[in-house]
């Protein structure tokens, strides 16, 4: 009589465990969520604040030395893409800069001043509307290169 083959299967303990195993790891997957998604947020914040930063540092620098220079005001208001806005009603971003000359002394006389600013020193703080009152202030020095 010939031997006929069982057919191999996977006992329901084996099962279980695997669904165990399988239940765990989906679950840690799942708590590392809302921490990759605030890093992600976190991430593109700095990276907008960053832009916006070299953006008002570039227009501020090939501005301050024109003879006619000032700023239209001390306060602009961004979008959530890092986007210049005329009206300040929904800003994600607020940028509040504030300017003060350097005048170094002559060289050969230390008293004398020199006619023209050597530099501007300036202040730029930028706040997040999801992080309100929270100012984070980047001190800037822009030298006069001989305009």
């Known amino acids: 009589m010939p031997r006929v083959a069982r057919a191999r299967a996977f006992s ?3 099962v ?12 840690a997957i799942i ?3 809302p921490v990759a998604m605030r890093t992600t947020r ?7 604040c960053a832009q916006i930063l070299e953006t008002t ?3 501020i620098g090939e501005n301050s030395w024109k003879p006619s220079f ?25 940028v509040s800069i504030e300017t003060n000359p350097i005048v170094l ?5 230390p008293s004398q001043p020199l006619n023209a600013s050597d530099g501007l020193s300036v202040r730029i703080g930028i706040e997040n509307a999801t992080l309100p ?3 984070n202030w980047f001190p800037v020095v822009i030298a006069n290169q001989g305009r």
């Open 57 to 59: 540092i570039m227009s």
């Open 12 to 14: 329901l303990i084996e």
């Open 133 to 135: 009152g929270q100012t």
């Open 42 to 48: 976190e991430s593109m914040d700095r990276t907008l």
């Open 70 to 94: 000032s700023l239209p005001a001390t306060t602009y208001h961004y979008d959530d893409q890092g986007m210049l806005m005329t009206n300040a009603a929904s800003w994600k971003y607020r």
């Open 105 to 109: 002394p002559q060289r050969g006389s």
């Open 31 to 33: 708590g590392l969520m």
């Open 16 to 27: 279980a465990i695997s669904l165990a195993i399988i239940g765990m790891a989906l679950v």
